[in-house]
T-cell receptor, first 112, second 114 residues
Framework: SQTIHQWPATLVQPVGSPLSLECTVE??????LYWYRQAAGRGLQLLFY??????ISSEVPQNLSASRPQDRQFILSSKKLLLSDSGFYLC???????????FGQGTRLTVV | GENVEQHPSTLSVQEGDSAVIKCTYSDSASNYFPWYKQELGKRPQLIIDIRSNVGEKKDQRIAVTLNKTAKHFSLHITETQPEDSAVYFCAASIHGGSQGNLIFGKGTKLSVKP
């Protein structure tokens, strides 16, 4: 069966520090991968999605970047965090042949 | 790109009443419309979905309707129960080929009062 791992679960980082959140998927190949941010009281904002290794599409210009170094690995990064980067970050995957998206447990990021 | 609007942002109903959440989308190429439920502190999970070749789909107490011409779709929950309390998200997507983005609405916080 397929599983998705996202870590860490919580993170407190100072303003100006770098960020690296990792997401890996097991049990499938060539998945579509997504990074979403959920700010308090707001919806799921699509940040990046990837349909293959090295293929990244950005939905919203921001202080963040994403990379897909391996087929089932998706990384969200920042060189210098801003206070406004605080939020709940969710990784998700779905097969190109199927419709349902599956979410990771999420990372609650607090920038102080 | 696709834009999904969702209303209302909050909804409070009495146990046993019905709840309706409505969404509109902008991209006429979208052909897949899922609904996700997110309980407090948990990840969103799919509860029902509909494809553009279908006008209505039902699964026990929940149903979804789609009007392609008007580009809107709705979630209907009947006989609501306290455990239905959660945030519900609609989404729109183009399914098929290599296109992969999945755009969500801003969510509706449903509270079911016993």
């Amino acid at each position: 069966s397929q599983t998705i791992h996202q870590w860490p679960a919580t993170l407190v980082q100072p303003v100006g520090s770098p960020l690296s959140l990792e997401c890996t998927v097991e049990g499938t190949s060539n998945p579509n991968l997504y990074w979403y941010r959920q700010a308090a009281g707001r919806g799921l904002q699509l940040l990046f999605y990837s349909v293959g290794i090295g293929q990244i599409s950005s939905e919203v210009p921001q202080n963040l970047s994403a990379s897909r170094p391996q087929d089932r690995q998706f990384i969200l990064s920042s060189k210098k965090l801003l206070l406004s980067d605080s939020g709940f970050y969710l990784c998700a995957w779905r097969s190109t042949g199927r419709t349902e998206a599956f979410f990771g447990q999420g990372t609650r990021l607090t920038v102080v | 790109g696709e834009n999904v609007e969702q209303h209302p942002s909050t909804l409070s109903v009495q146990e046993g009443d019905s709840a309706v959440i409505k969404c509109t989308y902008s991209d006429s190429a979208s052909n897949y419309f899922p609904w996700y439920k997110q309980e407090l502190g948990k990840r969103p999970q799919l509860i029902i979905d509909i494809r553009s070749n279908v006008g209505e789909k039902k699964d026990q107490r929940i149903a979804v309707t789609l009007n392609k011409t008007a580009k809107h779709f709705s979630l209907h929950i009947t006989e609501t129960q306290p455990e239905d309390s959660a945030v519900y998200f609609c989404a729109a997507s183009i399914h098929g080929g290599s296109q992969g983005n999945l755009i969500f609405g801003k969510g509706t916080k449903l509270s079911v009062k016993p």
